[in-house]
């Protein structure tokens, strides 16, 4: 005889799944000890950066919040109302750049950020009707990556656009080749180095690469007898190591990947679902992480070990549940 549900709001099962959800923490690289994470439970700059719609329609202005606390400011209020495809800061923290929407067109634009933290004018980078995804800075914010799918005519097939943000010239275009796609995931940490950390499809996975725009060198990681898509993470703030993400048969393990020495190392961490992952600076990763027994918490990782050193930020007692295992059959 089956049970009678349970549907009184004290039901183990409500309190599971109506726990608040964390996503998106981000920690500061040159301040450990703040970060902002958002979650439905009610950088390195003085404020919070927002984009604020009507009503869930997509389409709206930028704004931006003192940390402390105070007015919101409108950062683009001369721009048509637009949609998002990417919003990215410079890691020295003089520039912003915004993917915008409108008018059938992608917009590429710069704020720059000036000494007293007030904002000049946004100016337009690029304008293109091809569909364009992020909008990542350089160290110095003076160059800026997109995904692009011009090169295949609006075909989701990626290049990596790489545009100077004085001049607004292209400096130059990474293609792997018509059925394939690249992105950038992020620029070097380090000041007057211009690499790009990045993804290509070539080999049918998701496998990790550096570009230098200015001189087309690129660097292969050695990835041997691995299999399942292979993403970076994170770059260390030294510039020598990045972390990395292998999703194989529905199983995540994360690694740390040493470019001076061409070297890989795993992380012996717990098993589950990692995401947001991303170097402390303080020998510790800071992580989402989740498994079937155990909801979304934001925890701190042993950088050379992987294990489990604390965890920062949980979502509450929820009902007890079982442990999965993956299995193999022929």
């Known amino acids: 005889m089956l049970k009678p549900l349970q549907l009184d709001e004290s039901a183990l099962w409500k309190k599971r799944f109506q726990l608040p ?7 500061s690289k040159k301040n450990p000890e703040l970060g902002v994470v958002i979650s439905n439970q009610s950088c390195e700059t003085p404020h919070v950066y927002y984009f604020e719609d009507q009503k869930g329609n997509e389409l709206g202005h930028f704004f931006r919040v003192p940390y402390e606390g105070g007015d919101p400011e409108n950062i683009t209020p001369n721009l048509s109302l637009y949609a998002v495809r990417g919003f990215h800061f410079s890691h020295d923290s003089s520039t912003i750049a915004i993917n915008a929407i409108y008018e059938k067109h992608f917009h590429l634009y710069c704020i720059a950020v000036k000494q007293d933290g ?8 690029h304008r293109t009707e091809y569909e364009t995804w992020e909008c990542m800075l350089s160290y110095d914010g003076k160059l800026m990556a997109v995904i692009s799918t011009e090169r295949a005519k609006g075909l989701r097939h ?10 607004n010239e292209r400096v130059g275009e990474l293609w792997d080749g018509e059925q394939n796609s690249v992105m950038p995931c992020m620029f070097s940490p380090i000041p007057d180095d211009n690499r790009i950390l990045g993804i290509t499809t070539q080999t049918s996975f998701e496998r990790p690469l550096v570009w230098n725009p200015y001189t087309n ?7 041997p ?10 770059w260390s703030e030294d510039g020598k190591r990045v972390l990395l993400s292998n999703m194989n048969e529905a199983q995540q393990q994360l690694y740390i990947y040493n470019l001076s020495e061409n070297c890989l190392h795993v992380l012996d961490h717990p098993s589950g679902v990692y995401d947001d992952s991303n170097f402390a600076g303080n020998g510790e990763i800071m992580t989402h992480w989740q498994n079937s027994i155990t909801p979304m918490q934001v925890v701190m ?6 294990y489990k050193t604390r965890t920062l930020l949980a979502s509450g007692e929820t009902m007890p549940g079982h442990a999965l295992r993956s299995i193999t059959y022929n």
């Open 217 to 223: 060198e690129r660097f292969e990681f050695t990835l």
């Open 118 to 125: 007030s904002l000049d004018e946004p100016r337009l980078i």
């Open 301 to 306: 990782l042993h950088e050379k070990t992987g």
């Open 158 to 167: 990626h290049s990596i656009l790489v545009f100077d943000t004085q001049s």
């Open 225 to 234: 007898d691995m299999s399942g898509d292979v993403t970076p993470c994170d």
């Open 21 to 27: 959800i964390m996503y998106g923490a981000t920690i």
